[in-house]
Nanobody
Framework: QLQLVESGGGLVQPGGSLRLSCAAS????????IGWFRQAPGKEREGLSC????????NYADSVKGRFTISRDNAKNTVSLQMNSLEPEDTAIYYC???????????????????WGQGRRVTVSS
């Protein structure tokens, strides 16, 4: 059973950067597409970015394109989300999630993800 644990996040000033990591256990990430999502208070969950099992396909929501970068290190069984130029509107709980996918398939944000981490809080405030 795949288990995901996020780390990183915290408090940062507007314009600053943070890095989130998603560490997997119980299975190799070689066979999973990974996505990052967030949910702000009173808002629906938003898909931010995904990366295919091979790392060859990535997608970004318009709200984070050009500011966030997703990457993976299958040897370390981790996926990271580098977040730059953070804005107060980025304040939310951030989650990583996964679904099983063929190795060279494209990643899809708008679909059901089967495994979820517990979430990490990111607060952007001066």
């Amino acid at each position: 059973q795949l288990q995901l644990v996020e780390s990183g996040g915290g408090l940062v000033q507007p314009g600053g950067s943070l890095r989130l990591s998603c560490a997997a256990s119980g299975a190799s990430l070689d066979y999973y597409t990974i996505g990052w999502f967030r949910q702000a208070p009173g808002k629906e969950r938003e898909g931010l970015s995904c990366i295919s099992s091979s790392g060859g396909s990535t997608n970004y929501a318009d709200s984070v394109k050009g500011r966030f970068t997703i990457s993976r290190d299958n040897a370390k069984n981790t996926v990271s989300l580098q977040m730059n130029s953070l804005e107060p509107e980025d304040t939310a709980i951030y989650y990583c999630a996964a679904y099983v996918a063929p190795r060279f398939s494209l990643c899809v944000l708008q679909r059901k993800y089967d495994y979820w981490g517990q979430g990490r809080r990111v607060t952007v405030s001066s």
